[in-house]
């Protein structure tokens, strides 16, 4: 089961900003954030003191899907920060307090919609862990962990999955209109604009456009997983925006809480709405101090419009010193958007090499990719151009040294 601690053999205890501190004095540089759950940094001061103010109040902690103060304070925010402003009509649901939560309801709720079984996701998608969420995801590894089989779902070629040659979607669209492909008409289609887990897959605006006309020709609803790439990550608060397109349903977690806690949300469009009363529930999908973070969260860096153009100068910042290293060493390429970057080492075995060469250095990173062939980088969106300079400095040693 443990995972992130054989690769970073260190016993942490203390974390601020983008660093973390081990028990022994060490310091490093966190390009990981916590698998994108910590946009805004570690213990950042300004939702520590709204958390602190909270549970000195004796706030409710457990409530369920109760009313609260707490959640209506998170709901009116995410209302006038997030959805208003992009003229986006989401009803919000809290399905429990994780991803593969989110991306279950989604699920379900697509099925009961148009009373259909079949789910398309795309090649080297990563959805979840839970068993819903799996059968849409393409890693090999991690499927066959669920140690049945996993039906429902039909996999197609992500974008430029052909590398050009073939044109988007033909054999998608194709199989819809064959009646003897065998293909069951899907309910839903379920996409990441930015494969995470699968490799720093990047799809163009375009692809995201013509995949969202061909959901509403074929009566397919459009879902975007932005667990990972929503909140900023890649610049715009939905990663979806730059493509112009409206989904019907949207999965939201990691770092919506801005504080690292368990929150997911399940958007959908009003119509979809035909849930019974609870019909989907869970024990925890209330967790009151995440609203509170949550909250000050979007009070704080959503309001002005600042956040966006920040993480896309970092970006900048990111693209030039990975284009430097890809010039100077052969095999290495990169690719990303905003605050989401990979560096693909042909030599595959390599990129593990890196990420252990960079820990030794102080920088967290990891690898990403179906052979963990990517280095990925995930810095908090709140870092200084000055710890990020360190960082990618730190890494391209890192490449050069395990050359």
Avoid at 21 to 37: K, M, P, Q, V
Avoid at 69 to 77: D, V
Avoid at 83 to 102: E, H, I, Q, S, W
Avoid at 147 to 170: A, K, R
Wanted: charged share 25%.
């Amino acid at each position: 089961m443990r995972s992130y601690c054989r690769g970073w053999p260190a016993v942490f205890d203390r974390a601020q900003g983008s660093h973390m501190y081990d028990e022994d004095g060490h310091t490093y540089l966190d390009f990981f954030a916590g698998a994108g759950s910590l946009n805004y940094g570690h213990n950042n001061p300004v939702l520590k003191r709204a958390l602190i103010d909270y549970i000195e109040r004796d706030g409710v902690t457990h409530g369920l899907d109760m009313s609260t103060t707490a959640k209506r304070a998170f709901l009116e925010s995410f209302q006038n920060n997030i959805l208003r402003p992009r003229d986006l009509p989401y009803k919000v649901m809290f399905p429990g307090p994780t991803g593969t939560n989110a991306v279950e309801a989604a699920l379900k709720l697509a099925r009961k919609v148009k009373g259909r079984e079949s789910i398309v996701s795309f090649t080297n998608a990563f959805h979840g862990m839970s068993l819903g969420s799996l059968a849409v995801t393409g890693n090999a590894f991690k499927r066959a962990g669920a140690g049945i089989p996993l039906v429902h779902g039909t996999p197609m070629p992500f974008d430029n999955y052909f590398d050009g040659t073939v044109e988007d979607f033909l054999w998608f669209e194709r199989l819809l209109e064959d009646q003897g492909s065998g293909l069951n008409k899907p309910a839903a289609v379920i996409v990441e604009t930015v494969q995470g887990e699968g490799g720093i897959n990047v799809a163009r605006p375009e692809w995201l456009r013509a995949l969202a006309e061909l959901c509403e020709r074929q009566d397919m609803l459009l879902i975007v997983d932005d667990i990972q790439m929503g909140c900023g990550r890649t610049g715009a608060f939905f990663s979806f925006e730059e493509a112009g397109i409206t989904p019907d349903i949207v999965t939201v977690s990691k770092s919506i809480s801005g504080y690292g806690m368990p929150m997911s949300l399940t958007l959908f469009k009003p119509e979809l709405d035909i849930w019974e009363p609870g019909e989907h529930n869970g024990t925890f999908r209330g967790n009151n101090p995440a609203f509170v973070t949550a909250a000050a969260t979007l009070d704080t860096y959503w309001a002005d419009g600042q956040m966006e153009k920040q993480t896309l100068a970092r970006g900048e910042q990111v693209e030039q010193a990975l284009r430097a290293i890809c010039e100077e060493q052969s095999g290495v390429h990169f690719r990303g958007r905003g605050l989401v970057w990979g560096m693909e080492f042909e030599d595959k075995p390599r990129a593990s090499a890196v990420c252990k060469r960079a820990f030794e250095l102080g920088l967290l990173v990891e690898t990403s990719g179906p052979e963990s062939e990517v280095v990925k980088l995930l810095p908090a969106l709140t870092i200084s151009p000055e710890d990020l300079d360190e960082g990618l400095r730190t890494l391209a040693r890192a490449v050069r040294e395990t050359a």
